[in-house]
């Protein structure tokens, strides 16, 4: 048995592609973990998010042969890309991915950034959790893949500008819950 611990992404990549499964072992220790952050960021329930995670590890090692070395980082980046799109298929074929429709009194009344200073990383990500899946998706894709809206809308077959005003409004209701749980927190402070 191989110990990858001291081995580069191109040697690991190498050792699952020969067939060597203390390889495999070891990148899966290695990016289950982050990966499964990376899922949980589109997919909520527990059970759901295993099965996204089995289908996304069965297409990573599957595919890996394919995976194109372009520096460090960049095996990491080809697996997020792999469990992002098996997330976004599980929220398409399981019709739980609605978008709000726009309304005269959906008006725009905020735009502020949210001051997350203060507010644990762990309650901001929850907050994402909460918000409807539509917005929660284009949010994730937006703010932590970097996707642009055009191909946000390419990847979830919508316009470009409901992508822009599916992420605006997102991004108010965040603002809108971090500001009321901030208060809270504020207000329970000072009761102390």
């Not at 726009?102 to 990383?121: A, R, V």
Request: hydrophobic share 35%; aromatic share 8%; proline share 3%.
């Amino acid at each position: 048995m191989t110990d990858y611990s001291q081995s580069t992404e191109q040697e690991i990549v190498s050792g699952i592609v020969s067939g060597d499964i203390s390889a495999k072992k070891y990148l899966y220790c290695q990016s289950a973990r982050y990966l499964t952050g990376v899922c949980a960021r589109y997919v909520i329930d527990p059970e759901d998010i295993r099965d996204v995670m089995q289908e996304s590890f069965l297409r990573i090692f599957s595919a890996i042969g394919s995976f194109q070395y372009r520096g460090a980082g960049s095996l990491k980046a080809w697996m997020t890309r792999i469990v992002v799109n098996e997330a976004l298929k599980h929220i398409k074929s399981t019709c739980r991915f609605e978008l709000i429709p726009l309304t005269p009194d959906s008006g725009d009344i905020m735009d502020d950034e949210p001051d997350i200073e203060g507010i644990p990383l762990s309650e901001l990500h929850g907050m994402i959790r909460e918000l409807p899946v539509g917005y929660r998706t284009i949010l994730n894709l937006y703010v932590f893949e970097e996707k642009s809206h055009k191909e946000i809308a390419r990847m979830l077959n919508i316009k470009e500008s409901t992508s822009a005003s599916q992420f605006h409004r997102a991004k108010n209701l965040l603002a809108e819950r971090i500001k009321k749980s901030h208060n809270i927190n504020m207000s329970i402070a000072y009761e102390r």
